[in-house]
């Protein structure tokens, strides 16, 4: 029987930003990687999404619940659309849309989002007063 050693939380979390570190060393070279930089310091509110994706529109839905206008990047419209996917699975760890930001800050994906709007952090993080919707 294997004995499964456990590290001590401090020393994952130190492994996993080594891991992300390389990551973005690794990818900050490529213009896709400059561009998804770029747009995130440059706007407070950054979605990186395709116009047919469900889960897409769920996460634009929540900002325009909060009457917040996101810079909304659609890969699917942008010949260089999968470039800058594989340049956010390189740079975050997941290609997956959507891609959240607010402030610099990757908040993840549709469920991250949902879960943030849910609990008052979303708002909280703009700077506004959230009144709490159930209809999304």
């Not at 469920?111 to 703009?126: C, F, N």
Request: proline letters at 4%; aromatic letters at 8%.
């Amino acid at each position: 029987m294997a004995t499964r050693i456990r590290l001590p939380s401090f020393l994952a979390t130190a492994a996993t930003l080594t891991v992300l570190a390389a990551s973005i060393t690794w990818a900050s070279g490529t213009p896709e990687a400059t561009f998804v930089k770029k747009t995130i310091s440059s706007h407070q509110i950054v979605i990186f999404s395709k116009s047919y994706c469900p889960y897409c529109k769920r996460a634009k839905g929540v900002f325009k619940e909060l009457n917040q206008k996101p810079h909304v990047i659609e890969l699917d419209q942008r010949e260089d659309g999968h470039d800058i996917q594989d340049a956010l699975g390189e740079i975050f760890g997941r290609r997956t849309v959507p891609q959240v930001f607010i402030d610099g800050k990757h908040i993840g994906g549709s469920d991250d989002t949902m879960e943030a709007y849910e609990s008052g952090e979303l708002a909280k993080r703009l700077g506004i007063a959230s009144e709490h919707k159930e209809d999304l």
